[in-house]
């Protein structure tokens, strides 16, 4: 992983669990950010607390091109400035009311968050079509024991299943879970996905028995 000097890219989503127009949280290895996407498809990363009460943002809703919390209905832009308090309808809140935000790029229906500055863009995965995402209660480590494969400095591990050759993309997160997006070489229809799908629920399954024989 690249130091925090330079910073690094976090793929903490796939494209197609962020419709255009709603929120959800998600982790990096530095904690909790709320995930949006705009009416108009543009999409935005934020701490996951309000300023106002600290109330989850990715709690929220999101309306035109704002992130509103649920609690008090504060909204917020893009860059994290507050730009409405339905409490005072006349007031221009100020620019010191505002959520730190995280650079967020979306490439080959991948959504990367930024933690830090990183010195480039987020690695391409042409070739890839990406399946869906799992959470294991075990670190890259254990992941990467169960696979018998390394991860590459992107996050990716290879895995063979009977359907054809299938492909894990890792997020560690802070607490030694680790974030894992399934991905398939090619977009081979139906059998393929449910074959890579089990695939990867079974190497989580052996992941999480290491991680617990570790832990003992």
Same mark, same amino acid.
């Given at each position: 992983? #690249?130091?925090?000097?330079?910073? /690094? ?16 949280? @998600? ?11 705009? *009416? ?21 809703? +999101? ?9 008090? $209905? ?8 507050? !730009? ?15 959520? @730190? ?8 229906? +991948?959504?990367?968050?930024?933690? =830090? ?12 079509? #990406? ?5 294991? /209660? ?9 696979? $018998?494969?390394?991860?590459? #400095?992107? $996050?990716? +591990? ?7 050759? +299938?492909? !894990? ?6 607490? =030694? ?15 393929? =996905?449910?074959?890579?799908?089990? *695939? ?9 028995? !290491?991680?617990?024989?570790? @832990?003992?």
């Amino acid at each position: 992983m #690249p130091s925090a000097t330079t910073g /690094f890219w976090t793929p903490v989503a796939l494209s197609r669990d962020l419709p255009a127009g709603t929120v959800m949280p @998600a982790r990096t290895a530095a904690g909790s950010i709320a995930l949006w996407r705009s *009416a108009s498809g543009r999409i935005s990363a934020s701490a996951d607390r309000c300023p106002h009460r600290g109330m989850r943002l990715s709690h929220g809703f +999101v309306r035109g091109e704002t992130l509103s919390c649920i609690y008090h $209905g504060w909204s917020y832009g893009q860059a994290g400035n507050c !730009l409405r308090i339905p409490a005072h309808p006349g007031l221009t809140p100020p620019e010191t009311i505002r959520v @730190a935000t995280h650079d967020v790029e979306e490439t080959d229906n +991948v959504i990367w968050a930024a933690v =830090g500055t990183p010195a480039s863009k987020p690695p391409k995965l042409d070739g890839f079509t #990406p399946l869906r995402s799992l959470t294991a /209660f075990a670190d890259i480590a254990a992941i990467e024991a169960a696979a $018998g494969a390394k991860a590459s #400095p992107d $996050g990716l +591990v290879e895995i063979d299943a009977s359907t054809g050759a +299938v492909c !894990l993309l890792l997020s560690a997160w802070e607490d =030694g879970q680790t974030l894992i997006h399934v991905l398939l070489k090619a977009d081979t229809g139906p059998a393929a =996905g449910i074959g890579a799908s089990r *695939a990867a629920e079974s190497l989580r399954r052996r992941a999480e028995g !290491l991680q617990r024989e570790i @832990a003992q």
